[in-house]
T-cell receptor, first 113, second 113 residues
Framework: EPEVTQTPSHQVTQMGQEVILRCVPISNHLYFYWYRQILGQKVEFLVSFYNNEISEKSEIFDDQFSVERPDGSNFTLKIRSTKLEDSAMYFC???????????FGPGTRLTVL | GENVEQHPSTLSVQEGDSAVIKCTYSDSASNYFPWYKQELGKRPQLIIDIRSNVGEKKDQRIAVTLNKTAKHFSLHITETQPEDSAVYFCAASWDTGRRALTFGSGTRLQVQP
């Protein structure tokens, strides 16, 4: 069964550094999402992406964040200048054209020191 | 925006008993309500969902009910087993326009053998 994949599984970075989190959505899916989950808390929506553009973003997704689908298979989340409070598990999800079900990747645990 | 409240935050049952987790939502436009199971350190896994055109849906030991008037929906797990132990998240979304998921705060279910 196809799955969403994410790399790396764990990223440790210094405050102020840029990080790029990578996702490979399920191949025939059209809608892509990033969510984050701070340890012990709920999953929070960051951004949705469709037809090569952002379709929706939350208040969390400020100017420090950006997303890109550089090559038709990868979907990336960039944080330009990481802050301590960016430490969280970041999940990518994808959805097919007709279905509503979102399928999550295994997550990238980002630790900002 | 949408707000989803989930109760209880923790639930401990004996193996074989039933477990019920309840959620309320605020946006009457929401019409898609998935439930995700998240085991420790793993990705959220979709286990069941319900659309607003039905009041109940069942899949083996799992059922979900929806009361649109009261804006409540619930997850029912019967004949619980130790492998049902996990954190369960409810979520709400629309099936038109913005389709990001708004999650509840999660319920940690512990099934005691």
């Amino acid at each position: 069964e196809p799955e969403v994949t994410q790399t790396p599984s764990h990223q440790v970075t210094q405050m102020g550094q840029e990080v790029i989190l990578r996702c490979v959505p399920i191949s025939n899916h059209l809608y892509f999402y990033w969510y984050r989950q701070i340890l012990g808390q709920k999953v929070e929506f960051l951004v949705s992406f469709y037809n090569n553009e952002i379709s929706e973003k939350s208040e969390i997704f400020d100017d420090q964040f950006s997303v890109e689908r550089p090559d038709g298979s990868n979907f990336t989340l960039k944080i330009r200048s990481t802050k301590l409070e960016d430490s969280a598990m970041y999940f990518c999800a994808s959805r097919g054209g007709a279905g509503l079900d979102q399928f999550f990747g295994p997550g990238t645990r980002l630790t900002v020191l | 925006g949408e707000n989803v409240e989930q109760h209880p935050s923790t639930l401990s049952v004996q193996e074989g008993d039933s477990a019920v987790i309840k959620c309320t939502y605020s946006d009457s436009a929401s019409n898609y309500f998935p439930w995700y199971k998240q085991e420790l350190g793993k990705r959220p896994q979709l286990i069941i969902d319900i659309r607003s055109n039905v009041g109940e849906k069942k899949d083996q030991r799992i059922a979900v009910t929806l009361n649109k008037t009261a804006k409540h929906f619930s997850l029912h797990i019967t004949e619980t087993q130790p492998e049902d132990s996990a954190v369960y998240f409810c979520a709400a979304s629309w099936d038109t326009g913005r389709r990001a998921l708004t999650f509840g705060s999660g319920t940690r279910l512990q099934v005691q053998p």
